[in-house]
């Protein structure tokens, strides 16, 4: 069976902080894909970063960076120095290769901003 | 700005309507995809289109059809619903089912059933 979970419901922090959101899956699945979406109000759901199950080095993009753990079935993702704009909900996702490669969504993660 | 357009943003319908939803893409995307999200709740699957052929219904009801007209085009028909539909209503694509190619989604049609 194929599970997201996004135990953190909602988080606010102030402007600047830095804030982990937690995601962690479960699959039977080998071969597999995590991703992180940013929903913002507006509504479109923008893909983040993807990374698959044979690769778990770190990576960083200007604020952003992902810790991606098999050993703990983790890929939290982490926001440095947080913006107003970084306000969003955040969903992660898992595609594994044994379920016809259907998105799996954990319930997600609202972040508030507060300036 | 997003590269798959849907339209209409916002459309109001009483339960005996037909009304249509449409979504554009042109970044050649082989696979397009219909998902439903009430508020404060992750997306949910509903249609699927690979290559221009329905490859997966999620057990939805029949007052939702969709049809991909080609390949840039995917467009979801309504009739008969329910307000318990009311929700926004996603259009996404990816280079191919079967890839583990991010969806890239459109804005949404946020659709109220009166």
């Known amino acids: 069976a194929q599970k997201v979970t996004q135990a953190q419901t909602e988080i606010s922090v102030v402007e600047k902080e830095d804030v982990t959101l937690d995601c962690v899956y479960e699959t039977r699945d080998t071969t597999y894909y995590l991703f992180w979406y940013k929903q913002p109000p507006s509504g479109e759901l923008v893909f983040l970063i993807r990374?698959?199950?044979?690769?778990?080095q770190n990576e960083i993009s200007g604020r952003y960076s992902w810790n991606f753990q098999k050993s703990t079935s983790s890929f939290n993702f982490t926001i440095t120095a947080s913006q107003v704009v970084d306000s969003a909900v955040y969903f992660c996702?898992?595609?594994?290769?044994?379920?016809?490669?259907?998105?799996?969504f954990g319930t997600g993660t609202s972040l508030t901003v507060i300036p | 700005d997003t590269e798959v357009t849907q339209t209409p943003k916002h459309l109001v319908m009483g339960m005996t309507n037909k009304k249509s939803l449409k979504c554009e893409q042109h970044m050649g995307h082989r696979a397009m995809y219909w998902y439903k999200q009430k508020a404060k709740k992750p997306p949910e699957l509903m249609f699927v289109y690979s290559y221009e052929k329905l490859s997966i219904n999620e057990s939805v009801p029949s007052r939702f059809s969709p049809e991909c007209p080609n390949s840039s085009l995917l467009n979801l028909h309504l009739h008969a619903l329910q307000p318990e539909d009311s929700a926004l209503y996603l259009c996404a694509s990816s280079t191919g089912q079967g890839t583990f190619s991010p969806l890239h989604f459109g804005n949404g049609t946020r659709l109220t059933v009166t």
């Open positions: 996702a898992l595609s594994g290769s044994n379920t016809g490669n259907q998105f799996y």
């Open positions: 990374r698959n199950s044979f690769d778990e």
